[in-house]
């Protein structure tokens, strides 16, 4: 009997020592779950890696000249990175999409830094470093909250970009503010009402296994597909941000009157419009009916790419509003010339005002 109750004593702490060393182990390596999706310790751990990267990261990016700074609005703290608080050059801003922060912008940013001042705010309860003030906020309160950061940043217009719900946001911007947008770039913009709701049921009742099927749809190009470390951690870190209760909340919140179908006309500035055509999140139909309603719009399709085109085609991205924005004159810097040296190269084909739908 004593030698059973040793033996018993042995193995309990041998599994407490291996529970121990376990847990340590996902404190500091990166561990993507594959069969797991909401054990409490791999969930909690990953958020924590998932924040202390994003703050090593906002250091680069300031290190490299994009500083981080604040701004108070009425909805509280918004962060943001300028590439140049002192520079007269006319402002470009970019505007991340659903569940992701500023630094989703930062080798479009980087690329473009010398040509324009650069301005990237994280959109309040996202993964990004604002602090609002309310626990939930809905649509048309984010689109305020970004007018009075324009508004303190500059009494001129701005030229804008935005990708997803950005792109979204965006459009709402240039028909209720059109003072302030001079120029409109979009990257697989929401908002229209075609299968409105069908995103926020989607992420709503989204599962690690439907995820792992739709991802391919929401970031397909190397290396997000292709590179097996970097294509594992960027899932599993994109789909804790979707699956975030602060997304759900937005979702929760969306109406109809929010959406911007019969608006379009009211565009009157010039809108650069790029697809990627591998995009299984949005509908393709919407890029074709922006592309039929709004007046002064230039639309193309990125043939081999998803939804998140800023990261998954940077090089074709540039060269597309280098174009738009005439700033080709400029010279480029170097990080650009390294970018544009080792990225892939996406055909870009013109959006029909008829295409064949049968698809979409």
């Known amino acids: 009997m004593p030698q059973r109750n040793l033996s018993f004593g042995f193995f309990s702490n041998k599994m407490n020592w291996n529970r121990f060393l376990y847990l340590k182990l996902l404190q500091f390596v990166i561990r ?39 701004i108070s609005t009425k909805f509280g703290q918004i962060h943001y ?17 659903l569940g992701s922060s500023g630094q989703s912008w930062w080798i479009l940013g980087k690329m473009l830094a010398n040509k324009r001042r650069i301005l990237i705010p994280d959109l309040f ?40 719900l950005g792109g979204w ?35 709503t009742y989204l599962s690690w296994r439907k995820f792992q099927k739709l991802y391919p749809g929401i970031l397909k190009a190397f290396p997000y597909t292709g590179f097996p470390f970097l294509s594992e951690t960027a899932k599993r870190s994109l789909f804790r941000n979707l699956k ?19 608006n379009l006309k ?32 230039t639309a193309k399709w990125v043939e081999g790419c998803a939804h998140v085109l800023c990261l998954e085609a940077p090089a074709t991205c540039f060269h597309e509003i280098n174009k738009f924005l005439n700033l080709t004159g400029i010279k480029n810097n170097s990080f650009t010339q390294t970018v544009l040296s080792a990225s892939f190269s996406y055909s870009v084909t013109s959006i029909q005002t008829k295409e064949n739908d049968n698809d979409y």
Request: charged share 25%; net charge positive; with cysteine.
């Open 81 to 97: 990175y300028d590439s140049d608080p002192k520079s007269n050059l006319k402002p470009l801003i970019f505007i991340h999409g």
């Open 266 to 297: 009211k565009i009157r500035c010039p809108v650069l419009l790029l697809w990627g055509k591998e995009d299984k999140l949005l509908s393709r139909q919407i890029a074709i009916n922006l592309n039929k309603n709004i007046n002064n719009i």
């Open 32 to 70: 993507p779950a594959r069969k797991v999706e909401d054990l409490d310790v791999i969930k909690a751990t990953e958020i924590r890696v998932d924040r202390t990267l994003s703050a090593c990261f906002k250091k680069y990016l300031n290190l490299s000249g994009f500083q981080s700074k604040k």
């Open 244 to 262: 975030d209760e602060r997304v759900k909340d937005l979702l929760k919140t969306t109406q109809e009157k929010y959406f911007i179908d019969s």
């Open 169 to 203: 946001l965006s459009l709402h911007l240039s028909i209720h503010y059109p003072e302030i947008i001079n120029k409109l770039i979009l990257m697989n913009p929401a908002g229209l009402k075609i299968n409105p709701f069908a995103l926020r049921d989607t992420l």
């Open 125 to 164: 309860h996202m993964s990004g470093f604002s602090e609002p003030n309310n626990p939930i906020m809905d649509f048309f309160e984010h689109g305020e909250s970004l007018v009075e950061f324009i508004k303190a940043i500059t009494n001129d217009s701005v030229d804008i970009c935005g990708l997803s």
